[in-house]
């Protein structure tokens, strides 16, 4: 198993990354600060005096086309990116109770202290997914936005870059010897130990080779984790020399 197209756009656009928006014909693109709700609504915190908020309608009912464009930072060197993902609907201010709850929505991704001067120095603007993409090397997909409201962000993807580190530094010689039983591989060579480069809930993604000449291959879990510390436990017994914990997936 590994991440859908859909869930990879949710991981996306959850709120952890910067993100560029553009409007319907307005220059841009602005940078802006954003989150997603539960249900993929997407969320912008926008200061009063910046050239956003002078794009953007104010007023209750109005609203504008726009475009939230967000590429994945690889956690680390030789890692991959998951891609480009793309989010657009029309978005509008709220006020009142909707704005009372959409701030409670942002602070569950991003508990900034700007949020309590929202309907001062901030608004917040709020527009609901109504077409999606996913821009890889290898084409452009287009989601489904049921598929993306219904998905998942990787809860493990807020903090992947902590977890690939403590892999490396506190473990790299029984993930490297793990990976080696699990694949195959000879216990040593020219090319250097294998690396883990990616984690999410279904897998790790693991880089053999030279820098230059790598291939990858993907390690499944048995099944999806919901946190760290889930990861954590499952992680044990393979570290631990347990070599059927996960099953290698090409």
Do not use: K, N
């Not at 504008?64 to 657009?88: E, F, H, K, N, Y």
């Not at 602070?107 to 700007?114: F, L, R």
């Not at 790299?172 to 020219?190: D, F, I, K, N, T």
Request: charged share 25%; net charge neutral; proline share 10%.
């Amino acid at each position: 198993m590994r991440p859908t197209p859909a869930e990879t756009v949710r991981t996306l656009v959850a709120g952890r990354l910067p993100a560029l928006v553009h409007l319907a014909q307005r220059p841009g693109p602005y940078h802006v600060r954003h989150a997603t709700d539960a249900d993929g609504r997407v969320l912008l915190l926008v200061g009063v005096h910046s050239d956003l908020a002078a794009a953007l309608p104010r007023g209750a009912g109005a609203d504008v086309a726009v475009a939230l464009d967000v590429l994945d930072l690889p956690p680390a060197a030789g890692a991959p990116s998951l891609g480009r993902a793309w989010v657009s609907g029309w978005a509008a201010a709220l006020h009142g109770d909707e704005a009372r709850q959409a701030t409670l929505d942002f602070a569950e991704v991003d508990p900034t202290g700007d949020l309590l001067d929202v309907g001062t120095r901030f608004r917040l603007y709020r527009f609901e997914v109504a077409e999606a993409r996913l821009e890889r090397p290898d084409g452009l997909l287009r989601i489904d936005p049921v598929a993306y409201a219904e998905a998942e962000p990787d809860p493990l993807h807020p903090v992947e870059p902590e977890l690939l580190t403590e892999l490396a530094v506190h473990h790299g010689r029984e993930m490297a010897a793990y990976v080696r039983r699990q694949l195959g591989l000879v216990e040593s060579g020219p090319d250097g130990p294998p690396r883990v480069v990616r984690v999410d809930r279904y897998g790790l993604l693991v880089s053999l080779g030279r820098p230059g000449a790598r291939r990858r291959a993907r390690l499944a879990f048995p099944r999806p984790v919901a946190d760290h510390r889930e990861l954590a436990r499952l992680l044990h017994p393979m570290l631990c020399q347990h070599p059927r914990s996960a099953a290698p997936r090409g």
